[in-house]
């Protein structure tokens, strides 16, 4: 069964310490794996898409990693303005599959407070 | 680019009236939407995928009969919710990806659902 777990389910973190988020996943064959980011009340904000192992995304103070079974999400030097929680999501499927299948499967998130 | 609007944002209403909800995507087609639902401290659960000009695809244990889905045109979607219940009380969200598919989503901002 595919499943997505993320790790830990929540961070303090203070100011300026930094730290990684992790996202593991079981798959039959990754067409994508993606990182949102969700603030109270609200729905998720695109963050990232990776796709095969070895890659990396940056935005800002984020970066993103893949690896064949799992994903991190680097926080570096945090702001309090960071604090949400973050999910993570995989498709799966083979890309070279023209179809509609590999809904997104969600992870329960991790809920990041960055203390200043 | 790709942003989802959702409206109402929050809606209280009686037990045994019907809701709707609607999602709109402003800068781009969707051939597909996407409805999920979210209980705190919970996953993202898919509970349809919206076509246009077709029937909507519901996910198992999803009753199709009590949340009626509409995809009138290539940039909107409906969610109705009929004969409401204190249990269908919870965080609706809507999504689409510009690429069509199940791929890289972009979300709406949500409807928090109360039922009295």
């Known amino acids: 069964e595919d499943q997505v777990t993320q790790s830990p389910e929540a961070l303090r973190l203070q100011e300026g310490e930094s730290s990684s988020l992790n996202c593991s996943y079981t798959?039959?064959?990754?067409?994508?794996l993606f990182w949102y980011r969700q603030d109270p009340g609200k729905g998720p904000e695109f963050l990232f898409t990776l796709y095969s192992a070895g890659e990396e995304k940056e935005k800002e103070r984020l970066k993103a990693t893949l690896t064949k079974k799992e994903s991190f999400l680097h926080i570096t030097a945090p702001k309090p303005e960071d604090s949400a929680t973050y999910l993570c999501a995989v498709q799966a499927g083979s890309r070279d599959y023209g179809g509609s299948q590999g809904n997104l499967i969600f992870g329960k998130g991790t809920k990041l407070s960055v203390k200043p | 680019g790709a942003v989802v609007s959702q409206h109402p944002s929050w809606v209280i209403c009686k037990s045994g009236t019907s809701v709707k909800i609607e999602c709109r995507s402003l800068d781009f087609q969707a051939t597909t939407m996407f409805w999920y639902r979210q209980f705190p401290k919970q996953s993202l659960m898919l509970m349809a995928t919206?076509?246009?000009?077709?029937?909507?695809?519901?996910e198992q244990g999803v009753e199709k009969d009590k949340f009626l889905i509409n995809h009138a045109s290539l940039t909107l979607s409906t969610l109705t919710v009929t004969s409401a219940h204190p249990e269908d009380s919870s965080f609706y969200i809507c999504s689409a990806s510009p690429a069509g598919g199940p791929g890289e989503q972009f979300f709406g901002p949500g409807t928090r659902l109360t039922v009295l």
């Open positions: 798959v039959s064959g990754l067409r994508g």
């Open positions: 919206s076509n246009e000009g077709s029937k909507a695809t519901y």
